[in-house]
């Protein structure tokens, strides 16, 4: 689990020579494309996706066009809470998640969805991404307007019917509550700790899925925050 590899930041970069990097994503799925399209007016927008560990979250979206920013942090829980340590005990509410600001005459919203569930994560499993356990590590869609709203959950309802995937969507559509920024070091964490061993194992095989899905979509720069 990402929370084994990490309990101090210092033990994190401690093992950045360690661990075989991955030759391709896990669960990758070319989600079918949105029949509901954001219909989002001009000037950025602001949406917040959990998927399991925030850093490969981070790391894909700072990789689409269109994307201005990608911040890791917290939501669902409170301002006492919204620390890695106490977010890992599990028990806080929060969920590990990243804070996306968009173009979106660049890239929709529901073009947003549709890269999230192909490379970023897999929609059929609960309180669980990858090699982490617990419900911080949960899947989840953030709506920031009433348009994403509505969107995401056309999406859903249309990803449970499209037949690509073999087990029921359970990820589901969180009210917005409040995001908490994290701590400085999970920031841009992708760029700055190209060989650690979870982004080498996990995490870079989701950039190279989204470039090999949607190179439209993909832009070869990491934007950072």
Not at 30 to 53: D, I, M
Not at 151 to 163: D, F, I, N
Request: aromatic share 10%.
């Amino acid at each position: 689990m990402k929370r084994a590899l990490l309990p101090l930041v210092a033990a994190a970069l401690a093992l950045s020579s360690c661990g075989p990097a991955a030759t391709a994503a896990e669960n990758v799925v070319a989600a079918p494309a949105a029949k509901r399209t954001a219909n989002e007016r001009s000037g950025l927008k602001t949406a917040v996706f959990a998927g399991g560990c925030f850093w490969g979250v981070e790391g894909v979206f700072s990789h689409v066009k269109g994307v201005k920013s990608a911040v890791s942090g917290y939501h669902g829980g409170n301002a006492a809470t919204a620390t890695y340590k106490q977010t890992n005990t599990g028990v806080t509410g929060h969920a590990e998640a990243v804070l996306v600001r968009y173009d979106p005459k660049v890239v929709r919203y529901d073009q947003l969805l549709r890269i999230f569930f192909s490379v970023v994560a897999d929609p059929t499993l609960h309180n669980r991404q990858g090699p982490d356990r617990g419900s911080q590590y949960r899947a989840a869609l953030v709506p920031l307007s009433a348009e994403q709203r509505a969107v995401a959950a056309a999406y859903l309802k249309q990803m449970q019917a499209s037949g690509k995937w073999s087990r029921p969507i359970v990820t589901k559509i969180e009210r917005y509550r409040k995001f908490y920024k994290a701590e400085g070091y999970h920031q841009d964490f992708m760029i700055r700790n190209p060989h650690h061993a979870y982004i080498r194992r996990w995490d870079k095989p989701k950039v190279a899925a989204l470039k090999r899905l949607y190179p439209s979509h993909y832009r070869p720069t990491f934007v950072r925050n």
